[in-house]
């Protein structure tokens, strides 16, 4: 699925409008003719795709972020996928005001680069690693590692952001990465290892166990990788379940 299967950011215009629009035959903004739903909403809905397509064409990301609610952001994934930056930070808890962040992952292009606390992250690399990112991806993310980023650096993280934790919710898949990740068949190197273990790892880190530091990066860019393969997972199901069964009742 592709922004341009998506009429409800349209005001005026649910997800029983848009069924009915894909039910009907006009699955893109390219089939929209004004005949679904009344003249009203007609008028708002060309307004809205004519905005739509300049911004897609621009590669406004950050438009469509606004435009869509957070359980349905999934549905603009395909149109930046090439540009999206997977993110995960490990930390010594859960307070950004007296907690440390102590590994950040970024996972881009099939590449991860990990920054770690006193060996190299730092406001600026951060920033250089996400200056050229046009979608942000994470997991639970707009809640925790975001702010917690923002706090520790003093960073403005503006990007649009597709946290995986919200349509994740609208298939029933709840709790934490890792149990989403068991649930859909991801598989780990270490799925023992939990965040508390993330912490543990990081004092025994700073008490001398090279090793620990070791463990403790793998397993954080594990997460990160591994958020690639989830929205791929959770764009296809909501896909089957949202678009395609009302496209094809015709």
């Given at each position: 699925m592709r922004a341009e299967n998506s009429f409800i950011p349209v005001s005026g215009v649910g997800e029983t409008t848009e069924r009915r629009l894909w039910r009907s035959g006009v699955r893109t903004w390219d089939e929209f003719d004004g005949e679904v739903p009344g003249p009203a909403d007609a008028e708002a809905v060309y307004s809205f795709i004519?905005?739509?397509?300049?911004?897609?064409?621009a590669g406004d990301a950050d438009f469509f972020a606004s435009a869509f609610p957070s359980g349905e952001q999934w549905r603009f994934y395909?149109?930046?996928?090439?540009?999206?930056?997977?993110?995960?930070?490990?930390?010594?808890?859960?307070?950004?005001?007296?907690?440390?962040?102590?590994?950040?992952?970024?996972?881009?292009?099939?590449?991860?680069?990990t920054l770690v606390r006193e060996r190299g992250l730092t406001a600026?690399?951060?920033?250089?690693?996400?200056a050229d990112a046009g979608l942000l991806v994470t997991y639970n993310g707009k809640r925790f590692d975001v702010p917690f980023l923002e706090e520790?650096?003093?960073?403005?993280?503006?990007l649009p952001h597709l946290d995986l934790m919200y349509p994740c919710r609208r298939l029933d898949l709840t709790g934490g990465l890792k149990q989403v990740e068991q649930e859909v068949g991801i598989d780990r190197d270490r799925p023992d290892l939990s965040g508390r273990d993330a912490v543990r790892l990081w004092h025994e880190y700073e008490r001398g166990r090279e090793e620990a530091l070791e463990t403790l990066v793998s397993y954080?860019?594990?997460?990160?990788?591994?958020?690639?393969?989830l929205v791929d997972v959770v764009t296809d199901r909501?896909?089957?379940?949202?678009f395609e069964p009302a496209a094809a009742d015709r």
């Open positions: 004519d905005r739509a397509r300049d911004r897609l064409a395909e149109n930046f996928r090439d540009g999206a930056c997977f993110l995960d930070i490990e930390t010594t808890g859960l307070s950004e005001q007296r907690d440390d962040v102590t590994v950040v992952s970024l996972h881009r292009a099939g590449s991860t680069t600026e690399a951060l920033a250089d690693e996400l520790s650096f003093d960073l403005g993280l503006d954080n860019r594990d997460d990160t990788a591994n958020l690639e393969r909501l896909h089957e379940d949202v």
